[in-house]
């Protein structure tokens, strides 16, 4: 996986524009293969399903959860170079760095679970669990017990941005410059950080376009998700890649402090 190798020493900076110049990317990846992308989405969904079945697939789908996200990054590069998308490429993590993308997917199961257990703690201390085991139908609650809730909720959200900054890049970090799954998160977060304003811009397109996706009998779902996980490859490349150096077929350097 060489055609990534040149990692850049600091993330680059982008305007918030740049948001929607990476949708336009992944639409336009989209448009090299449209039947894989649709498959993909397919096989994806029903495999969730299928393990949800399980009596361990949950956790199952987490330990996958990087490693379908390196297809993902895998598939677009590809078309990302002009070239048509391939089915295969989608399990292309199973093929390669799949015990460190499975050891991401279980720090992400670590992760949230943190989180919910941070909010589980803050109900347990303002008295609020045993609602929770109550009929949501004939459920009541006062003023105060709605605040604790709604400040509960929040924390969960603003516990749950970083993560999420933290995983966007990582199964690309760890499939294409074999960095850990730990160093991967850091560096995911790092770039994301330095990137607010165009990934801020970035979400707010692509839920809008998710919403009318489901509006169209989901059928639009088929193109826009593909599109949005196509878009996060163009955003990597726009941030951690050294285009020249790769370009050039320099060896990786040590970026950010890791070695690449």
Request: glycine share 10%.
């Amino acid at each position: 996986m060489n055609s990534d190798s040149a990692l850049r020493r600091e993330p680059r900076r982008h305007t918030i524009g740049q948001g929607w110049i990476w949708i336009r990317t992944g639409f336009d990846i989209f448009n090299k293969g449209m039947g894989a992308s649709v498959a993909m989405i397919v096989i994806w969904f029903l495999v969730g399903m299928l393990l949800e079945q399980l009596p361990a697939g949950g956790f199952i789908s987490q330990l996958l959860y990087m490693v379908w996200g390196a297809g993902w990054v895998a598939v677009a590069r590809r078309g990302y170079e002009g070239h048509p998308l391939q089915f295969a490429d989608f399990f292309a993590g199973f093929r390669h760095r799949l015990t460190p993308l499975m050891l991401g997917g279980l720090m992400v199961l670590a992760l949230f679970m943190g989180i919910l257990l941070i909010c589980a703690f803050m109900l347990h201390q303002w008295g609020l669990t045993c609602l929770l085991s109550q009929d949501p139908e004939t459920l009541t609650l006062t003023p105060e017990q709605a605040q604790g809730f709604l400040l509960c909720l929040l924390l969960g959200l603003a516990l749950l941005v970083p993560v999420l900054m933290a995983i966007t890049f990582a199964p690309a970090l760890i499939f294409f410059h074999g960095v850990g799954a730990w160093q991967a998160a850091r560096l995911s977060f790092k770039g994301c950080l330095c990137n607010m304003w165009p990934f801020l811009w970035w979400g707010l397109l692509g839920a809008v376009l998710i919403f009318f996706g489901a509006l169209l009998m989901l059928v639009g779902l088929l193109v826009v998700l593909p599109a949005i996980n196509y878009s996060i490859y163009a955003a990597y490349r726009d941030i951690y890649v050294d285009e020249e150096a790769a370009d050039d077929g320099e060896s990786p350097v040590k970026a950010f402090g890791f070695e690449a």
